[in-house]
Structure formats: C-alpha cells, structure tokens
C-alpha cells in the first residue's frame, strides 16, 4: 500500500500546565516532533503505555551486554550469557502470537553472542579505551524565557582511542543501535537523528569541561542481519562540527518553546507506518494507540477507506 497523501494537520489551543516538567530527554523531543498530540497525550495528560515489543527487548538485553562487554572485566562470554538471561526473561513475558514474530524472535536471539565477538575485531573498535558506560547526564538548559528545564540522558559508551599515527587522543561518546542491515544512506543528514548524540557531546562538555574539539561523536549499528561478508557492528562517525552542535542545540530549544505554546498539532501523517520485511517479504503494520480514539478526535475520519 502506498503511503497516503500528506494528511491536513489540525492545531488545538489548550489550557494545560502539565508541560512544566523538570526535565527533558532527546526522545521526548523526538515524540514531540513526531506527533505533537501524542506527546500531548503520553506526556502530559498521563495516557503513557509502556512500550513492549520483542524488538525493545531486544535492543535492552544487547545493550545491556554491552556494558558487560565493556565493562573493566568485561568479556564475551559474560556479554553473551548476561544478554541472552535478560532476552529471554523478557521474552517469558511477552505473548508472541504471529508467526513471523516467533521466527524472528528466535532468529534474533541466536545473533546476540556475535555482536560481541564482532566488537572486538571490529577495525573501528580494536585498541580503545572504555572510560565510561551508561553515562548519565542531567544538566540545565540554558534559556531565555526563564523556563527552568534540565536535559536528561544517558551515554551508552565514552570510550579514548589513538588517531591514525597514535600522535594524539580523541574522546569518542557513542550510541549503539540496533538495526536490520544498517542505516539508509541519508540517516544521518536527518537532524532528528544526529541530534541525539550532538546533543550528548554538548552537555559530555559541559559536565566534564573536555575541549569539544577533542571530542568525536559515532553511532554504533548492531546489525541483526548484515549483508554477506559484511561484520555485525558498524562505526558511524557522525560529524560533530560547532555548526552541527548548535543546530541541535537550535533543534532542542524550539521544540521546547513549541512544547510551551499551548498550541498543538495532530500529525495525522504519523498515526501508520507500513514497512516490507526483507526476509518474508510480507508486508508489516504498525500504528498508534491513538488513532480512531476519542482521545485523538477525527484520527478515525482522516484515515477512513485508506
Ligand atoms: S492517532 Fe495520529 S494524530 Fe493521533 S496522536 Fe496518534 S499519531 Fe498523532
């Protein structure tokens, strides 16, 4: 099915206070951007839902590992078993009922130990340092409106490494994600991607004082199916440039004056994604809990007869 023409995007002016919160996270600002009247609803007028898919549950248990992984004793095997424990508890609580779902889950689980192993020969990851995993950050926003807001998040790995010629040391603040066979190729010209880790080097500086220009920012792909001949980890620098941060900052500080307006928008166009897996080829569904609700008025009209 193709996607539908661009919907209309009504805008409601509400009377809430909610919005005042201590503090703000990057994929809050990205639910926000995504659909402003689901942010709305999950975070401000409390309809939240934990989000439970085999697939979040697998990221956790793999990123999880790779704390083990680079952690001061860290090993593979210890990676591998701390994941797959934590995987498959998980697992032990979900209610798998599609096909496909129980065949992927499975195949997924068999791709954990490689990750590790992957890691460690990995030519962008061979030789460094880790000094931190799951750095947690909770720093002021500076603004100007006098909204007292904090930016929380957490750094999966901050790790040193020698430059090519081991002449000087650069601090390199990483995200892993997982991912199918990696990214497409324009990802990371998409602000709401980068911003993420833009926005971790901007306040990795602040907290710890280090010179932005000794700091590199990458994403780190965990890839459930690579191409052939192709390893399961892949380093993507992102350039950390002060053009690219204070885009970010730029980014972060406009969705937080929208969050303030009291004025927002139902982005119909977010309410259903299609996707094609690669593997079965059969064609895969997801949407919002929202749609067709009466939380979400004319949600069920917009999509009629699509
Ligand atoms: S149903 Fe669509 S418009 Fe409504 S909250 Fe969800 S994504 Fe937004």
């Known amino acids: 099915m193709d996607k539908p023409d661009e919907k209309p995007r009504p805008r409601f002016k509400l009377p809430l206070y909610g919005q005042l919160k201590e503090h703000v996270s990057f994929s809050e600002l990205k639910l926000f951007n995504e659909c402003q009247w689901r942010w709305l609803l999950r975070k401000v007028m409390g309809h939240d839902v934990i989000d439970?898919?085999?697939?979040?549950d697998f990221g956790k248990a793999v990123h999880s590992g790779m704390e083990v992984l680079y952690s001061p004793d860290g090993?593979?095997?210890?990676?591998?078993?701390?994941?797959?424990?934590?995987y498959d508890e998980a697992l032990g609580t979900l209610q798998l009922t599609h096909p496909s779902d129980i065949a992927e889950a499975t195949r997924i689980r068999d791709s954990i130990p490689q990750f590790y192993r992957d890691c460690l020969v990995s030519p962008?990851?061979?030789?460094?340092?880790?000094?931190?995993?799951?750095?947690a950050l909770m720093l002021p926003i500076n603004r100007t409106?006098?909204?007292?807001?904090k930016f929380k998040g957490f750094i999966d790995?901050?790790?040193?490494?020698?430059t090519p010629g081991g002449k000087k040391t650069v601090i390199y603040i990483a995200d892993f994600k997982t991912c199918q066979w990696g990214w497409p190729r324009d990802k990371l010209g998409d602000i709401s991607v980068t911003a993420q880790i833009l926005l971790y080097k901007h306040f990795f500086c602040k907290l710890t004082g280090a010179d932005p220009k000794n700091v590199k920012t990458a994403f780190i792909l965990l890839k459930k199916k690579p191409r052939k001949d192709d390893i399961t980890v892949q380093v993507l620098d992102v350039s950390p440039g002060p053009k690219m941060v204070s885009h970010a900052i730029e980014w972060?500080?406009?969705?937080?004056?929208?969050?303030h307006r009291y004025d927002y928008e139902q982005n119909y166009n977010a309410c259903r994604s299609e996707w094609v897996d690669r593997e079965t080829e059969e064609t895969r569904r997801a949407e919002c809990q929202?749609?067709?609700?009466?939380?979400?008025?004319g949600s069920a009209e917009a999509w009629a007869g699509s």
């Open 52 to 56: 439970r898919s085999f697939q979040m």
């Open 252 to 259: 972060m500080q406009q969705t937080i004056t929208d969050m």
């Open 290 to 297: 929202f749609l067709g609700t009466d939380l979400c008025p």
């Open 75 to 86: 090993t593979v095997e210890k990676a591998t078993a701390h994941a797959l424990a934590m």
């Open 157 to 162: 790995i901050v790790f040193v490494k020698k």
């Open 124 to 135: 962008e990851l061979k030789g460094i340092t880790t000094l931190r995993s799951e750095l």
């Open 145 to 149: 409106d006098g909204l007292e807001l």
